[in-house]
């Protein structure tokens, strides 16, 4: 057998063409690999293939030798952008961030800090008389017509199922939203907003008219028109100082202000936030204190406790029994006090509830027989607080919620419905974007939802009378929810 191979290999390709099927045995492998082969290529020619392909090549070939002959583009290269913050130099003076255009502000510069702390009264610009002068016709506050919140449980909810966004958000602010506040007039819808900035903006729904005033340095925590005179607000801010505007002198004075030079603890002498007691002021402090004012003689304070070891994040009265006041904190503490004990020493709370990590809220309903706590532990408290003793400081209920919303957003803050002892409402992280109504059952009631609604609403607020729930972002946008009717 090795004979006969090795006698085929000496074989020409003519040989082995004209040898039949049965002596391809005799060949070597690549012996029969060729000759299938040229039979292939034979196939191939008489078919005209072989002529087609190697036109393909040669104009595939042809492109390549172009390409590499042609002369390269000249290419100008940018400079490389540098960061003017990181590297600690000031912005361009023709820089302008994006929407501060859009919106008509006593500020259009950078200022420096406690510029306007510093400013014992701002007057409102003489341009926004007419502005104000059709504020203060819808200032005046009429009898309540119809009071949603006073509504009983299933129409109250229907109500509920019947809101919507029936306008596009409004673009209030100049940056993100601390605060809300809405005037209890049902002539029109009149809303406050304090921004991060310390800008506060007044919107009038009646001619869909807005101003922006620079009043304070720092984020306005805490709005709240006053109950007693419908053309004054307060306003808190984080560089601690307390303004009340009065629509009447066309003026936003200073209340309250503490001072941070020479204190060891400045960084935390800002204000939080403030309550009404009587014709007084209680003001939260970074400090843990709450100071007592009398907005009579501005700037004094006649009172002073110290509360808490850090942050009060919210202070209120109790709603009937007035020298009754209630504090949240940021180490887990939310705390009953007698304002008859307040010196200036820390004085005993009443009572004391207590949580496993920091507050944003806790806040009484509307008879104070409720109590609702916010706290960073994901957590909503509901407690009975019917009887002030030692049995109100356990929860009846716990409910869970997500109440971490980031660095770029607002804080959540649970609140009663006005005029209600069981309803509450509160922002949420859930997609779609939404706002929560609850009962203390833990049951959520309604998802006020829309398709105008595309981003989250931390900060809410609702009309003391009527069915309108507003929603601030963090890009200084209000969202509205309401009935066609009620705005028109």
């Known amino acids: 057998m090795m004979i006969k191979i090795q006698e085929a290999s000496s074989l020409s390709m003519e040989d082995i063409e004209c040898m039949s099927d049965d002596e391809d045995d005799n060949l070597t492998y690549e012996q029969q ?37 042609s002369v390269k583009k000249s290419i100008n290269l940018k400079p490389e952008r540098r960061s003017l913050r990181i590297a600690n130099l000031p912005a361009p003076q023709d820089y302008h961030p994006p929407g501060e255009n859009e919106l008509k502000s006593n500020n259009s510069e950078k200022d420096d800090y406690n510029k306007f702390k510093d400013q014992s009264s701002i007057t409102i610009p003489e341009e926004d008389s007419d502005f104000v002068e059709k504020l203060n016709d819808d200032l005046a506050i009429k009898e309540a017509v119809n009071d949603f ?31 809300l506040a809405i005037h209890p007039s049902e002539t029109s819808l009149i809303i406050a907003a304090g921004d991060m900035r310390g800008n506060l903006s007044l919107y009038n729904n009646r001619n869909s008219e807005m101003r922006e005033y620079r009043l304070h340095d720092s984020p306005i925590n805490c709005i709240s028109f006053c109950t007693w005179d419908s053309y004054k607000l307060f306003s808190t801010s984080h560089d601690g100082s307390v303004r009340c505007g009065d629509m009447d002198k066309r003026t936003f004075d200073i209340i309250y202000k503490r001072d941070w030079k020479g204190n060891k603890q400045s960084r935390m002498n800002h204000a939080t936030w403030h309550t009404e007691f ?29 509360c808490h070891e850090r942050s009060v994040r919210t202070v209120q009265c109790h709603p009937l029994e007035k020298h009754h006041f209630l504090t949240s904190s940021g180490i887990g503490e939310v705390s009953l006090w007698d304002i008859r004990n307040m010196t200036d020493k820390s004085i005993n709370p009443v009572l004391q509830f207590e949580h496993p990590k920091s507050l944003t809220s806790a806040f009484f309903s509307d008879s104070g027989t409720k109590m609702v706590s916010t706290c960073n532990d994901d957590k909503i408290r509901i407690f009975n607080t019917n009887t002030l003793n030692s049995s109100a400081t356990k929860p009846i209920n716990i409910i869970p919620h997500n ?6 957003l607002s804080v959540f803050k649970a609140k009663w419905n006005p005029g209600r002892d069981n309803e509450f409402f509160i922002g949420s992280m859930i997609t779609p974007k939404r706002i929560q109504v609850y009962n203390c059952a833990g049951h959520v009631l309604h998802n006020l ?16 009378t ?3 729930y507003v929603g601030g972002n963090g890009s200084g946008r209000l969202h509205i929810f309401s009935t066609k009717e009620q705005l028109t």
């Open 149 to 179: 919140h006073k509504l009983p449980s299933n129409k109250f909810v229907h109500v509920l199922k019947s809101l919507d966004m029936n306008t596009p958000s409004l673009k209030v602010c100049e940056k993100r939203i601390y605060s």
């Open 449 to 464: 939802m829309s398709t105008e609604m595309t981003t989250y609403c931390p900060v809410i607020e609702v009309h003391p």
């Open 278 to 306: 009587e014709r007084n002021l209680l003001i939260g402090g970074g400090s843990g204190h709450v100071d007592v004012i009398d907005i009579r003689t501005p700037d004094k304070i006649i009172n002073t406790a110290w």
């Open 403 to 408: 109440n971490h919303t980031g660095r770029w």
């Open 33 to 69: 690999r060729a000759k299938r082969m040229k039979k292939n290529d034979e196939i191939l020619e008489n078919l005209g293939l072989t002529q087609i392909a190697n036109t393909i090549a040669t104009s595939i070939q042809k492109s390549k030798i172009e390409k590499k002959s």
């Open 466 to 468: 009527q069915a309108i």
